[in-house]
């Protein structure tokens, strides 16, 4: 059974850093991406940031680009997301999720829907005061 589950969220300053976690089970990572993903209030849940199943690099949306990174440990099931120099426009729930046909890489920066991607995790609450 795919099992994806984060943590790490809370309330943070501006201009502070948090690290999100993604524990996965049911699935190899060597053979899949995998993405992080947010949904602020009233808005529509987009891609933050992935690792490619096509090239396993690393890939980042232009508004968390330089801020934000995405990493793995070497052997293990987890994945992480380093947010630095956090804002308040990054108050959001953070999803990690992953999809066995469609690279999560597509969603984050190639323009596909995250609609296309089938499994997720419950999500994280962040929150960037001002």
């Known amino acids: 059974q795919v099992r994806l589950v984060e943590s790490g969220g809370e309330l943070v300053q501006s201009g502070g850093s948090l690290r999100l976690s993604c524990r996965v089970s049911g699935f190899d990572l060597d053979n899949f991406g995998i993405g992080w993903f947010r949904q602020a209030p009233g808005k529509e849940r987009e891609g933050v940031s992935c690792i490619s199943s096509r090239d396993r690099m690393a890939y980042y949306a232009d508004s968390v680009k330089g801020r934000f990174f995405i990493s793995r440990e070497n052997g293990e099931n987890t994945v992480f997301l380093r947010m630095n120099n956090l804002k308040p426009e990054d108050t959001a729930v953070y999803y990690c999720?992953?999809?066995?046909?469609?690279?999560?890489?597509?969603?984050?920066?190639?323009?596909?829907?995250?609609?296309?991607?089938?499994?997720w995790g419950k999500g994280t609450p962040v929150t960037v005061s001002s």
């Open positions: 999720a992953t999809d066995f046909e469609t690279d999560p890489c597509r969603t984050v920066v190639g323009g596909v829907t995250t609609y296309a991607i089938d499994y």
